[in-house]
């Protein structure tokens, strides 16, 4: 199966099963994060875990990618 009929095939699986192509793609370009990148990611969780609230929910952000197209 060529990538074009892979991506074709993608809309007809349900969500769970759409989460677990994602899941496994994950897996396999499971790279590692350069030391800026780590050094972002653990600046944001601390700023996250010292203002919760400043965060926004997945389905708030989702209803606003959604919004922008």
């Not at 074009?4 to 989460?19: A, C, G, N």
């Not at 990148?37 to 010292?50: G, I, T």
């Amino acid at each position: 199966m060529s990538a074009t009929e892979i991506i074709d095939e993608l809309s007809k699986l349900t969500e769970t099963e759409r989460r677990a192509v994602f899941g496994k793609l994950l897996e396999l370009e499971d790279l590692p994060l350069s030391e800026a990148d780590e050094a972002l990611v653990e600046f944001r969780l601390a700023a996250h875990r010292a203002d919760p609230k400043s965060s926004v929910p997945l389905e708030e952000m989702k209803r606003r990618l959604r919004s922008q197209s």
